[in-house]
């Protein structure tokens, strides 16, 4: 059975950096566009990054450009995400999500991690 399990979250102060990281079992994800989504309390979940399966493609939320960085090894088949300079508004549950389409849209994605908890003071 596919699944995802995210890992490295905690708590940070604002200026801090954190590196979650995903880790696909059960099926082989190395085909798969990989993409994180966050959801923070009484909010929306949104997009945050995606790469392509080749991690030759990425995207990034334009509130998270420049700070945050996600990265892929297929030989391992995990998934990582880099976030540097965090802000108070980056506290979410961060959920790592796959698909055989490369998107930024949540209901893209067919597999879902159960999510890690980030939460930056100030």
């Known amino acids: 059975q596919a699944q995802l399990v995210e890992s490295g979250g905690g708590l940070v102060q604002a200026g801090g950096s954190l590196r979650l990281s995903c880790a696909a079992s059960?099926?082989?994800?190395?085909?798969?566009?990989m993409a994180w989504f966050r959801r923070a309390p009484g909010k929306e979940r949104e997009f945050v990054a995606a790469?392509?399966?080749?991690?030759?493609?990425?995207s990034y939320a334009d509130s998270v450009k420049g700070r945050f960085t996600i990265s892929r090894d297929n030989a391992k088949n995990t998934v990582s995400l880099q976030m540097n300079s965090l802000k108070p508004e980056d506290t979410a549950v961060y959920y790592c999500a796959a698909d055989m389409t490369y998107s930024i849209t949540a209901k893209t994605y067919d597999y879902w991690g159960q999510g890690t908890q980030v939460t930056v003071t100030s």
């Open positions: 790469i392509s399966w080749s991690g030759g493609t990425t």
């Open positions: 059960g099926r082989t994800y190395r085909r798969y566009a």
